[in-house]
């Protein structure tokens, strides 16, 4: 069986084709992507989102369809990001997917963003049962699998670890080109000075806000007097120490509330997906706590982590492969569809 995935959640259109050959590993025959940028300084606004999938997706489309070398009489069904995400750039790509539906007479399957992460990151590294770290712009959730549920065992209670990042960018007025989280890390690297910023983490959940509003402050001060300094060290604070400090406390919140879950469901497994998986530092930190308890650390590069459309073709396909589908007039989208809402038919 052969899928086409559409993927627009947020700023990134991702459209991928995947085969599922009898008693073999996925096969990928195309993952195209085009990104919204938006000026420094500023986030994306749904709207200039939406617009950008609408012009984006036919010529994304005909792009995979030929870097797959597939005709759409080979594809079995059309399988489209159903939520969770931004509204107006969902509605974008779930009105692209019916078109193809119809157009193509091909079966619809609308697939949970989160899910197709896992998925995509259990085909990619091969990691049989692990711990989920799912982290992006939009999510921050521990998982574990039971009982054919991804079940949630923590989560953010305000915004998301990426959305924090993104949003530091944002008043540093740094480049979002190609991403602002990366963009982060780089100036990151060049830091020295740790400084004291907020730590919250309550139980199995952690919050980002009180820490953003922080270091929105101290970069605010910085701005103000270049050469202030330290009140520890005495060193002069550069805007790469502030990055270095974001980085170091909040991937810390991640690394415990990960460990902590891998202890309570004796897992040696940890897998991260989403954009914020691909960060360097992010997987070093949790590669030292994951040897400390004699495991390991499964991640892909930015072709999976980061939002595409041949994760949604995959966990998209996994479930057709069971009998699932979406009725037209049931193809809706949702801003809100948690992980742990779908029933994982396809596994044990």
């Known amino acids: ?34 990104t919204f940028i938006s000026p420094p300084g500023t986030g994306f606004l749904p709207k200039d989102t939406a617009k950008h999938h609408r012009s984006h997706v036919v010529s994304l489309v005909r792009g995979a369809l030929a870097e797959g070398k597939v005709q759409p009489s080979d ?5 489209y990001t159903k939520g969770p995400g931004m509204g107006a750039p969902l509605q974008s790509v779930a009105v ?3 078109m193809l539906s119809i157009l193509w007479n091909k079966p619809l399957v609308g697939v949970n963003h989160c899910v197709g992460h896992i998925e995509m990151g259990r085909e990619i590294t091969g990691a049989h049962n692990p711990v989920v770290l799912y982290v992006s712009g939009g999510n921050t959730q521990v998982i574990a699998y039971a009982e054919q549920r991804y079940r949630i065992f923590g989560e953010a209670l305000d ?6 990042l993104d949003r530091f960018a ?3 007025e740094i480049s979002n080109d190609p991403a602002p989280g990366y963009n982060i890390e780089q100036l990151a690297k060049k830091g020295r000075v740790l400084l004291d910023l907020p730590y919250t983490v309550k139980g199995m959940d952690c919050s980002f806000s ?5 270091i929105d402050i101290l970069a605010a001060e910085l701005k103000k007097n270049p050469d202030k300094k330290d009140e520890v060290t005495g060193e002069v604070i550069t805007t790469a120490d502030l990055c270095f400090s974001l980085q170091e406390t909040v991937y810390a919140m ?11 469901v004796g897992s040696a497994q940890v897998m991260m997906v989403g954009g914020v998986g691909c ?25 999976f982590c980061i939002d595409n459309g041949i994760m949604i073709a995959h966990a998209g396909l996994l479930a057709y492969e069971t009998g699932f589908s979406t009725p037209l007039e049931e193809s809706t989208c949702t801003q809100r569809f948690r992980t742990d809402e779908v029933f994982v038919k396809w596994r044990d």
């Open 1 to 34: 069986m052969i899928a086409l995935g559409l993927e627009g959640s947020a700023n990134k259109l991702g459209v991928g084709i995947i085969s599922h050959p009898p008693g073999k590993p996925a096969r990928i025959l195309s993952n195209i992507r085009h």
């Open 75 to 79: 594809i079995s069904c059309i399988c």
């Open 96 to 98: 692209a997917a019916r």
């Open 159 to 164: 915004i998301a670890v990426g959305n924090c």
């Open 170 to 172: 944002r008043t540093l």
């Open 210 to 214: 009180g820490i953003l509003a922080s």
């Open 254 to 264: 991640l690394v415990e509330i990960t460990e902590r879950a891998m202890a309570h």
């Open 279 to 303: 960060n360097e530092r992010l997987q070093e930190m949790m590669g030292l706590m994951a040897r400390d308890r004699g495991g390991s650390v499964y991640a892909t590069d930015e072709r």
